[in-house]
């Protein structure tokens, strides 16, 4: 990586802003999945160690620019204490008196939580003003260890660079960015994307990139009938866009002239509604009139499995059926096992967020994966081949060209 790392910095007796991304689901003001806390553990330690004086912050929901008490950052302090297992105080808000007073107490290896960015629109906006009151708070030195927010040009990842001497990459940030970045620049092959979920517009330009990248695709989920329905295939009331037919055909043409190995469902299990407690597996050519496919079939984990199995590299994002529901769960957790598999006998793997995150936590081999990415959108877009602006924002290593 050809950007500044936390570990280039010298931060001894100094207030290092850091942007984290503690946006986590609260259950009853207490945090209920604690994994982009844990995930970001490391470089706040380092920090700690290297006697910084820590202020970080956050975005949590959609506040829509407004204060709004479900959305606050206060239960995460308190877990992020316990993570830490040092005092961690919180500001109320995150620019003004309160927040600067607060700031400028700090001793070193302190820790300061600021509100969440987004009771400000001007979060949103990458207003230049409250970026410059956002490093106010620092001594010109920030941190961003938010890769799931690095897709967005907000003041609080972009435009507080404007005004810091140096913005680096935390250490979680350096880890998605060197998993995700061998995948599409120098992977070990055969590289096989998985890619599922409910649409195929949301991936128009994942599925263009990674066939020029990878050397096989198994698409899988809803987005799947919109490629099959453009082949003439019956799939019955499955969730189609109709609107994007001519674009999946175009895309298999274009797999068939490179001879690029593109698999699709060949059956499927069917109900007549998600809610229907009666289920029917069929191949794709008996899809019965009146059902829809809701997750892939036996033969179909059995086809993606084997070339899963061969794989050295794997990328998969997007669940491959309606997995919440345990009727049209076998599918997307047969596949996690075959990535699991995989991994263990040598092959990179890495879950590009979402769904597919809480699919192989489900089947139980979260921990058998390479790489988990802590941002959904964040990784789409790189995977897709786009230049993600957090990232972008850093500051060069000395020495290192723009275009490296």
């Avoid at 709004?68 to 008196?97: H, M, N, W």
């Avoid at 990878?214 to 969730?239: C, H, N, P, Q, R």
């Avoid at 060949?266 to 998600?274: F, L, W």
């Avoid at 809480?358 to 959904?376: L, N, P, R, W």
Wanted: glycine share 10%; charged share 25%; aromatic share 4%.
């Amino acid at each position: 990586m050809n950007k500044l790392s936390i570990r280039d910095l010298d931060m001894t007796g100094k207030r290092v802003f850091i942007r984290v991304d503690f946006n986590v689901p609260l259950q009853n003001d207490r945090v209920s999945d604690d994994t982009r806390i844990r995930e970001t553990v490391p470089t706040l330690r380092l920090a700690i160690e290297r006697g910084a004086r820590l202020v970080l912050a956050s975005h949590l929901g959609r506040p829509k620019g407004k204060v709004d008490p479900k959305y606050s950052l206060a239960p995460v302090a308190g877990r992020l204490r316990d993570l830490l297992g040092k005092p961690v105080e919180f500001a109320a808000d995150c620019v003004g008196a309160n927040a600067e007073a607060k700031s400028k107490a700090l001793k070193n290896g302190d820790v300061l939580l600021l509100e969440n960015v987004r009771y400000h629109p001007q979060e949103e906006a990458n207003d230049p003003e409250f970026s410059k009151q956002l490093a106010a708070l620092c001594d010109g030195i920030f941190v961003c260890d938010a890769f799931g927010s690095a897709h967005r040009a907000h003041a609080s990842v972009v435009g507080i660079t404007k005004f810091v001497r140096q913005a680096a990459a935390g250490l979680l940030m350096e880890k998605e960015l060197a998993y995700l970045g061998k995948a599409i620049s120098n992977p070990e092959r055969p590289f096989v994307s998985v890619l599922g979920g409910a649409k195929v517009s949301d991936k128009i330009e994942v599925v263009q990139n990674l066939m020029k990248l990878a050397d096989a695709m198994l698409i899988g989920g809803a987005m799947a009938y919109t490629f099959l329905k453009s082949e003439g295939k019956l799939v019955g009331k499955s969730l189609v866009e109709n609107d994007k037919l001519d674009l999946a055909r175009g895309l298999l043409d274009q797999a068939r002239s490179r001879k690029f190995k593109l698999l699709l469902p060949v059956d499927h299990v069917v109900a007549e509604s998600p809610d229907s407690t009666t289920t029917k597996t069929t191949d794709i050519a008996n899809t019965p009139d009146g059902w829809m496919g809701l997750d892939i079939g036996p033969k179909t984990v059995a086809q993606f499995g084997q070339e899963i199995a061969r794989a050295r590299t794997i990328v998969w994002n997007g669940p491959l059926g309606m997995f919440e529901k345990p009727a049209f769960a076998q599918g997307t957790l047969g596949i996690a096992n075959a990535v699991a598999a995989a991994t263990k006998a040598g092959a990179t793997s890495i879950i590009g967020g979402g769904d597919s995150v809480a699919a192989v936590e489900q089947a139980g081999v979260a921990d058998q994966i390479s790489h988990i990415s802590t941002g959904g959108g964040a990784s789409l877009e790189f995977l897709a081949g786009e230049k993600l602006p957090g990232v972008e924002a850093l500051t060069d290593k000395p020495g290192s060209r723009k275009d490296a």
